[in-house]
């Protein structure tokens, strides 16, 4: 990351509210259009997000730039629904806040993808506990057949390190 980028950043982090990028131009006196330019950078790495308010762009530091990138319309979602597996990102209360394409059903709920109750060894709570990585095999009944995944989650975190979300990626048990 540059000199002007950090700046940026700083300008935005000291501000604990939304910004303008009129402001930000006053403050770290850059011209507007160049400045829109390096905010776009950083909004493309995740770091920072826009709300449009009128014409008025107001700017903020992103909490986790994982869930920002996954909200724009960028190039990693076509990387992640190109998989055969399902993934997930919940919120803590299990919550899907987006999912890949290979999850049918986008219910409210992570386990509603599987089942009708939520997983006996839910490896997203346990990474919400300890904030790391967690690995089972859970076995459910859907449509009157067996079918057991392999669910392996993993900590978002902001810039605090705190585990804001979970990715949960799942995966179909041949045979089993």
């Not at 982090?13 to 829109?36: C, F, G, N, Q, Y």
């Not at 987006?98 to 109750?117: L, M, T």
Request: charged share 35%; aromatic share 6%; with cysteine.
């Amino acid at each position: 990351m540059n000199k002007i980028e950090n700046d940026i950043l700083k300008v935005i982090k000291d501000k604990k509210d939304r910004i303008s990028t009129k402001e930000i131009a006053e403050k770290i006196k850059l011209e507007r259009h160049t400045l829109v330019k390096y905010l776009n950078v950083l909004k493309s790495k995740g770091l920072i997000e826009c709300q449009t308010l009128g014409r008025t762009n107001l700017w903020h530091l992103a909490k986790s730039p994982v869930i920002s990138i996954i909200k724009e319309e960028t190039p990693i979602k076509e990387v992640l629904n190109a998989f055969d597996d399902g993934i997930t990102i919940l919120d803590k209360d299990n919550k899907v806040i987006w999912a890949n394409d290979a999850i049918k059903s986008k219910g409210s709920h992570c386990y509603e993808n599987y089942s009708e109750e939520s997983c006996k060894d839910c490896p997203a709570i346990k990474t919400f506990k300890t904030g790391k990585k967690h690995r089972t095999i859970n076995t459910y009944t859907k449509n009157g057949k067996k079918v057991s995944y392999e669910l392996t989650t993993s900590p978002i975190k902001d810039q605090e390190q705190k585990t804001i979300a979970v990715m949960e990626i799942s995966r179909k048990l041949r045979g089993k």
